[in-house]
């Protein structure tokens, strides 16, 4: 059974960071891709960051890149999500999803993901 | 970028009901497609890819349809677990982009 489970949200001062994971079981982690997607409150899903299984076609929503930073570690076959300079907007669940293909194009399997909250 | 309009906002339905959800792209996407059900609390969930392929484990209930510009979501007949928001996705262009998504409520 497939299963993605996030972690590492919680409250952070605006330009603070947080580093979220998102631990995965049931598959082959070193295949396909994993995605980052959000919904910030009341709002809809916003696709935010992808990487292929081997670490290549990393990309970025305009809205953060420079500011998150998306890796993998195989060998714990765990995803991760660096967020710098936080802003308010970044306020949203944070759900780590997998793609089935080598490219970035859906996510078929998703977490339940985890809250960020960004305040002072 | 894409900007995927999904129509309408809200839905208020009975169980039973057949229910349409379109799905309206600004340039053409050929049949690169999703469709997610996220209900509060719980993982989203995959219902069709590749504008009409029913996901593994999908009730076959839910069907979609279209290519291009313009896309359905169809759900036969509307059963209680499927009161839910409901999202299209395209990923014939990067960066993917979705829908604002349309909530099916009890009527």
């Known amino acids: 059974q497939v299963q993605l489970v996030e972690s590492g949200g919680g409250l952070v001062q605006p330009g603070g960071s947080l580093r979220l994971s998102c631990a995965t079981s049931?598959?082959?982690?070193?295949?396909?891709?994993m995605h980052w997607v959000r919904q910030a409150p009341g709002k809809g899903l916003e696709w935010v960051a992808f990487?292929?299984?081997?670490?290549?076609?990393?990309k970025y929503a305009d809205s953060v890149k420079g500011r998150f930073t998306i890796s993998r570690d195989s060998s714990k076959n765990t995803l991760f999500l660096q967020m710098n300079s936080l802003r308010g907007e970044d306020t949203a669940v944070y759900y780590c999803?997998?793609?089935?293909?080598?490219?970035?194009?859906?996510?078929?399997?998703w977490g339940k993901g985890t809250t960020v909250t960004v305040s002072s | 970028d894409i900007q995927m309009t999904q129509s309408p906002s809200t839905l208020s339905a009975s169980v039973g009901d057949r229910v349409t959800i379109t799905c309206r792209a600004s340039q053409t996407i050929s049949i690169w497609l999703a469709w997610y059900q996220l209900k509060p609390g719980k993982a989203p969930q995959l219902l069709i890819y590749k504008a009409s392929s029913l996901e593994s484990g999908v009730a076959s209930r839910f069907s979609g349809s279209g290519s291009g510009t313009e896309f359905t979501l169809t759900i036969s007949s509307l059963q209680p677990d499927d009161f839910a928001t409901y999202y299209c996705q395209q990923y014939g262009s990067y960066p993917l982009t979705f829908g604002g998504g349309t909530k099916v409520e009890i009527k």
């Open positions: 049931g598959f082959t982690f070193s295949s396909g891709g």
């Open positions: 999803a997998k793609d089935p293909t080598l490219y970035c194009y859906y996510m078929d399997v």
């Open positions: 990487i292929r299984y081997d670490g290549t076609n990393i």
